[in-house]
T-cell receptor
Framework: DAGVTQSPTHLIKTRGQHVTLRCSPI?????VSWYQQVLGQGPQFIFQ???????GRGNFPDRFSARQFPNYSSELNVNALLLGDSALYLC????????????FGQGTRLTVV | AQKVTQAQTEISVVEKEDVTLDCVYE???????LFWYKQPPSGELVFLIR??????QNEISGRYSWNFQKSTSSFNFTITASQVVDSAVYFC????????????FGQGTELSVKP
């Protein structure tokens, strides 16, 4: 079975631009979460979506937004990119109920120049 | 507030040594979950274990074992007879039941196992 897949794997953007990251969860999983991992730190929670509704939001500015589609895949959008947005963006999927183990994708490495 | 502390930033051992990674957590919730993940250089977080707050039994899986002590708010991870393939960054994480699946991660411990 396919695991969590994320695209693209690497991305270079210029300050001020917009970026869209994509995630496909494990088949049967209805919950998708997004995390930002800055180099040398642990992942920080950005969003959680379950059944296409936002169920949690971390302490990130409104420049960050996300959505979940009917097939449970998800997009993370970041507007007006800053140098500080450079990080590894991780997507995790899990099956209900909450607090079951989350399975992570390989991440998208975003570099803002 | 919830917090996870992994005080050991880096650990270096020689192959076949035993090594323990420490994890201390803070939460006011009575029901919560604790996790350990492994992150190899490829970047993907690999799930190792989940433990709920009502289950303080220690767990062993092959060369891996976990010691959960609510009295000291610790959830330590021991690798017995370490191998070079164990080299990675290890994260401890906390999830409260009232916050769905949101994981709060520690800073991670980078383990280097040398031949």
């Amino acid at each position: 079975d396919a695991g969590v897949t994320q695209s693209p794997t690497h991305l270079i953007k210029t300050r001020g631009q917009h970026v869209t990251l994509r995630c496909s969860p494990i088949s049967g999983h209805k919950s998708v979460s997004w995390y930002q991992q800055v180099l040398g730190q642990g992942p920080q929670f950005i969003f959680q979506y379950y059944e296409k509704e936002e169920r949690g939001r971390g302490n990130f500015p409104d420049r960050f937004s996300a959505r979940q589609f009917p097939n449970y895949s998800s997009e993370l959008n970041v507007n007006a990119l800053l140098l500080g947005d450079s990080a590894l963006y991780l997507c995790a999927s899990s099956s209900p109920p909450p607090n079951t183990e989350a399975f992570f994708g390989q991440g998208t490495r975003l570099t803002v120049v | 507030a919830q917090k996870v502390t992994q005080a050991q930033t880096e650990i270096s051992v020689v192959e076949k040594e035993d090594v323990t990674l420490d994890c201390v957590y803070e939460t006011r919730d009575t029901t919560y979950y604790l996790f350990w993940y492994k992150q190899p250089p490829s970047g993907e977080l690999v799930f190792l274990i989940r433990r709920n707050s009502f289950d303080e039994q220690n767990e062993i899986s092959g060369r891996y074992s976990w010691n959960f002590q609510k009295s000291t708010s610790s959830f330590n991870f021991t690798i017995t007879a370490s191998q070079v393939v164990d080299s990675a960054v290890y994260f401890c994480a906390l999830s409260a039941t009232n916050q769905g699946g949101k994981l709060i991660f520690g800073q991670g411990t980078e383990l280097s196992v040398k031949p």
